[in-house]
Antibody, heavy 121, light 113 residues
Framework: EVQVLESGGGLVQPGGSLRLSCAAS????????MNWVRQAPGKGLEWVSG????????YYADSVKGRFTISRDDSKNTLYLQMISLRAEDTAVYYC??????????????WGQGTLVTVSS | DIVMTQSPDSLAVSLGERATINCKSS????????????LAWYQQKSGQPPKLLIY???TRESGVPDRFSGSGSGTDFTLTISSLQAEDVAVYYC?????????FGPGTKVDIK
């Protein structure tokens, strides 16, 4: 059974930093592209960042480019999102999500339960 | 960026009746080399993460009831729930994965009338 479990969310002040982690199991993690998608309270879904199965390619939404860094450790089956210079508008539930195939350009197959990031003073 | 729009914003349908949700992309998401539409549909129930329903515009995910179907090509797509059940109350999102950044529609809320 595929499982993805996010951690690392919490309350942080504007301008602060946070690192999210996503532990994956139940599939060959290294083969699949992975994504982070966020959802602000009461709002819709926003794709934030993605990384290819090899880790050689990373992609970002313009809203986070230069502030967020996605990475993966295939030896630990873990995905990360390092977030710096956080803003109030980054407040959201952050979902770790698996790609549905080994291609990056794929639908999202499985979603974690999400971890809440709140940016506030 | 490809902009995704959905209509209606919300709809209320009687149990057992058909629900139809439309999704439009600002440019085609049909990749000519493989003739696939890079379009997915997700269902999100209150307090839960989204769940994949449909991908490649019309391929139903394993385990999804066959009352859910997807259609369309190019820029215009439809999600149909043929006979609405109480457990289908949710917000439904379309998403394109044709180009970066992947983008979602604003969502359509489906309720029981």
């Amino acid at each position: 059974e595929v499982q993805v479990l996010e951690s690392g969310g919490g309350l942080v002040q504007p301008g602060g930093s946070l690192r999210l982690s996503c532990a994956a199991s139940g599939f060959t993690f290294s083969t699949y592209a992975m994504n982070w998608v966020r959802q602000a309270p009461g709002k819709g879904l926003e794709w934030v960042s993605g990384i290819s199965g090899s880790g050689g390619h990373t992609y970002y939404a313009d809203s986070v480019k230069g502030r967020f860094t996605i990475s993966r450790d295939d030896s630990k089956n873990t995905l990360y999102l390092q977030m710096i210079s956080l803003r109030a508008e980054d407040t959201a539930v952050y979902y770790c999500a698996t790609a549905g195939s080994d291609s990056f350009y794929s639908h999202i197959d499985y979603w974690g339960q999400g971890t809440l990031v709140t940016v506030s003073s | 960026d490809i902009v995704m729009t959905q209509s209606p914003d919300s709809l209320a349908v009687s149990l057992g009746e058909r629900a139809t949700i439309n999704c439009k992309s600002s440019q085609s998401v049909l990749y000519n080399s493989n003739n696939k539409n890079y379009l997915a549909w997700y269902q999100q129930k209150s307090g839960q993460p989204p769940k994949l329903l449909i991908y490649w515009a019309s391929t139903r995910e394993s385990g999804v009831p066959d009352r859910f179907s997807g259609s369309g090509s190019g820029t215009d797509f439809t999600l149909t729930i043929s006979s609405l059940q109480a457990e289908d109350v949710a917000v439904y999102y379309c998403q394109q994965y044709y180009s970066i950044p992947f983008t979602f529609g604003p969502g359509t809320k489906v309720d029981i009338k």
